[in-house]
């Protein structure tokens, strides 16, 4: 089933057809040759198994100007999660000893009456890799 687009897309589209019509190329935007540093400063919790990832994460990360903390899998990163304090959480869902969804829901039993971290799940098998 086909969605309508949103009033922004109908916008851009509306500028290219205004500007085919007048002959005018639209403008290319710039392409992003490197990360941006980030306006905030996070403290980031990484918890990946595959030693690529963790490399590749890691210097991403960090070279947007983040603290990143690794956990090799769900239970060190739960071991990790009650002895300090991160303003986010990057999960594998596929991982050794405690997986993703089980060291989430280990997160957040501990995290009743405190405030919740955020946490984004990922899992390299939806990308193909």
């Known amino acids: 089933m086909a969605s309508s687009p949103s009033p922004s897309d109908r916008a851009a589209l509306l500028?290219?057809?205004r500007q085919a019509l007048a002959g005018t190329p639209a403008p290319r935007p710039a392409a992003r040759t490197s990360l941006q540093p980030a306006l905030?400063?996070?403290s980031?919790?990484?918890v990946?198994?595959?030693?690529?990832?963790?490399?590749l994460g890691i210097r991403m990360l960090e070279k947007m100007g983040?603290?990143?903390t690794l956990a090799l899998?769900?239970?060190i990163a739960v071991d990790i999660v009650r002895s300090?304090?991160?303003d986010l959480i990057l999960m594998d869902i596929?991982?050794?000893v405690l997986s993703g969804l089980d060291a989430t829901r280990a997160i957040r039993a501990w995290e009743q009456g405190r405030p919740h971290t955020p946490i984004i799940g990922h899992d390299r098998a939806r990308y193909g890799w």
């Open 15 to 17: 500028e290219a057809i």
């Open 40 to 42: 905030h400063k996070l």
């Open 44 to 46: 980031i919790l990484l």
């Open 48 to 55: 990946e198994d595959n030693a690529v990832n963790q490399k």
């Open 66 to 68: 983040h603290t990143v």
């Open 73 to 75: 899998n769900g239970q």
């Open 84 to 86: 300090q304090r991160f």
């Open 94 to 96: 596929q991982m050794p």
